[in-house]
């Protein structure tokens, strides 16, 4: 089937927090089955996109429709069928679309801001965790050895590896934050369960990159918040561009403006900031440069 080119409002849409037509819904909204349905069929069309346009459609879906679709995530399970509920708890709708978005600095900006879901700028990270150690609990246990049950892969540890990334990633995004007295907020309880089970992961046979996730998150949940400081700068960036010049080359850290408009980038001066707006060398930031209301 060929689809158009998709636009922000195509997600919104598929997602079921926008009314409206749209190609990529192929299935009325019953269970929550149609809305991954209609949200991958979003995906795989937007991933034969060049990455710079996929960047601008999906900045300007998290500008407008991220405080909408996070309340949601929260709140909004459609029936089921298929699989049993608990694992839909984690891989709905809403989870294939932050997949695709929560490296952008739109979603640090969000999960940092003072909207009631994300305030104090971890209630995802805390449902994420939370729902994470309730799908990991509810399938184990999963045999160490090869060979694995058919079909286990792409349906219980390929989600997992996805989420462990994901709160890895978010959790190096706020280290900065934590070193400014913000806690991760994941209770204990929660806490001791996910990290039983990043314990299994990490010795998971034959799955390098989900062992290596695993450890990688382990590390950053037992260690105490000054050891998360020495997080990878790298991975840090994903989202934290307040700490060097964002135009490419340019590596200045001190004394840098944001972006008036989006405040999801940050320059040495405005020279940089102009050169970067319709960049020629380099994706430029006109196209992903968006106002929000959180
Ligand atoms: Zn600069
Ligand atoms: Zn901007």
């Keep these: 089937m060929d689809f158009p080119v998709p636009i922000a409002e195509d997600l919104a849409i598929a997602l079921g927090i926008a009314q409206g037509e749209s190609a990529f819904i192929l299935k009325p909204h019953v269970v929550e089955n149609d809305r991954i349905t209609n949200v991958n069929a979003f995906v795989s069309r937007l991933a034969h996109l060049p990455k710079p346009e996929q960047d601008a459609i999906l900045s300007e879906f998290s500008a407008k429709y991220l ?28 989870f294939w679309a932050v997949r695709i978005i929560y490296r952008l600095p739109y979603f640090g900006k969000f999960l940092m801001s003072k909207e009631p879901i994300a305030a104090p700028g971890k209630h995802f990270v805390t449902s994420l965790g939370a729902r994470l150690t309730l799908f990991g609990l509810f399938h184990l246990p999963l045999p160490t050895e090869p060979p694995l049950q058919e079909g286990i892969e792409d349906f219980y540890l390929h989600p997992v590896f996805l989420a462990v990334t994901m709160l890895a990633t978010i959790l190096c995004m706020s280290s900065k934050r934590i070193e400014r007295g913000k806690r991760v907020d994941i209770s204990n309880e929660v806490l001791n369960s996910l990290l ?20 990688q998150l382990h590390w ?57 707006w319709n960049s020629k060398e380099s994706p430029p930031h006109k196209p992903v440069c968006f106002q929000t209301a959180y």
């Design 67 to 94: 405080p909408a679709m996070m309340d949601r995530w929260a709140t909004d399970l459609l029936p089921t069928t298929g699989f049993p509920r608990e694992y839909f708890v984690l891989v709905n709708g809403y």
């Design 196 to 215: 039983s089970l990043l314990d299994a992961w990490r010795n998971q046979r034959g799955h390098q990159d989900l062992a290596d996730a695993s450890n």
């Design 220 to 276: 950053l949940l037992s260690s105490r918040s000054d050891d998360t400081r020495q997080c990878s700068r790298a991975m840090r960036k994903f989202y934290d561009n307040s700490s060097q010049c964002g135009l490419p080359g340019c590596e200045e850290t001190e004394n840098l403006k944001a972006c008036a408009r989006c405040l999801t980038v940050y320059y040495c001066c405005p020279e940089h900031q102009r050169a970067h």
